[in-house]
């Protein structure tokens, strides 16, 4: 495992026509690229991650795990808009010589994928394997394969859906509020917003889990207690484990990036646009996610021409996509070892009907 960083030092026009002079990215590999192999796989990572994958998905990549370095050149990039390395609020905007805060300007799904494909323009890849990721990660995922089909042969993608629902930004945006009610987030200062930002992270967590899981792992076992309850220690337990590691600008302007998405968007629909995918593609639902759901999974199922939907069981709701890795890995190792042609998908749309 080595952490790597690229500077690309042309004006990178974003999908709202604003112009980042240069951009920073930071990424990790793991193992040997070997192209007569096809060993590329591309791990796109989710909201508040970094480019270790195997830090944050232990139980898939890295030494002995389903992606092996010893088989595999994996590469995890950080996002645009991140805290981890590549370039976002902090860094310092060449305009000013000060850091962009609150000025950042704001990014799109498309504007991850349009650095992603500078990385891999960077480092001499003509073809990947699989790329691979879960809710913000399975955004990328899905637009970079629509956008650049040829490059891929596998698609896979967990607990994630191929358009924002109001049901994702009303959540969002309840985390922005959070964060903007917190005054500090104005001083633009690197420490702004952080009490909003615990606020939020507890606002997300509830949307993350679920009732089952909250009430199978907070339940009170002292049935007197009026106060000091498991579950209000826990969610502040987890807004300052995540303040101690990110920033609110950050997690402002990623927050938008999910608002962001949406693969119709100037293309004919959504239908039309997954009709686009050319890599054989595996959808993963968790029918406990409260956030994304699994019929928003199985609904992409219908358009990709060569797909399958399948789900997996867990009582952590959206995380489950990080947890559950033994099914996760089981369903993925099926999904290699089984053809399937077009005319065999599980729900092939006439394609006419686009």
């Not at 650049?148 to 191929?162: M, Q, S």
């Not at 339940?219 to 220690?233: H, W």
């Not at 489950?320 to 070892?337: A, P, V, W």
Request: proline share 3%.
């Amino acid at each position: 495992m080595s952490k790597h960083f690229y500077r690309y030092k042309d004006s990178f026009q974003l999908e709202s026509g604003k112009v980042l002079k240069g951009i920073d990215i930071a990424y990790h590999t793991y193992g040997t690229y070997d192209p007569e192999k096809n060993n590329v796989i591309w791990v796109c990572h989710a909201l508040t991650a970094n480019s270790d994958a195997a830090d944050w998905w232990p139980n898939m990549v890295g030494d002995g795990c389903f992606y092996n370095p010893d088989e595999y050149f994996i590469i995890c990039a950080n996002t645009l808009g991140s805290c981890y390395g590549s370039t976002g609020p902090l860094s310092i905007n060449p305009d000013t010589s000060k850091p962009y805060f609150q000025e950042f300007p704001a990014l799109t799904v498309r504007d991850l994928i349009k650095a992603h494909n500078l990385l891999v323009k960077h480092l001499g890849i003509s073809r990947i394997h699989t790329v691979i990721g879960g809710s913000l990660g399975g955004q990328q995922a899905m637009e970079w394969c629509i956008s650049n089909p040829e490059l891929f042969d596998h698609l896979i993608v967990l607990a994630t859906n191929a358009k924002a629902s109001p049901w994702n930004i009303g959540f969002n945006e309840s985390q922005r509020m959070a964060i903007k009610a917190d005054s500090t987030f104005d001083e633009n200062r690197e420490d702004g917003g952080l009490k909003g930002m615990a606020a939020a992270r507890s606002i997300a967590l509830l949307s993350y889990r679920n009732n089952t899981t909250y009430n199978l792992t907070q339940a009170e076992e002292n049935l007197q207690k009026t106060d000091d309850f498991k579950a209000s220690s826990y969610q502040q337990y987890q807004g300052q484990k995540l303040v101690k590691r990110f920033n609110a600008y950050s997690y402002y302007i990623l927050t938008k990036v999910l608002d962001s998405h949406n693969v119709g968007r100037n293309r004919k629909s959504v239908p039309e646009a997954l009709s686009r995918i050319k890599a054989k593609t595996l959808l993963l639902g968790i029918p406990s996610d409260i956030i994304f759901f699994a019929s928003e999974v199985e609904y992409m199922s219908q358009y990709i021409p060569v797909s399958l939907y399948r789900e997996v069981e867990s009582i952590y709701g959206h995380d489950g996509f990080l947890i559950e890795g033994e099914t996760i890995r089981e369903e993925i190792l099926n999904f290699y070892n089984t053809s399937i042609l077009e005319s065999e998908s599980e729900n092939v749309f006439n394609k006419q009907n686009l």
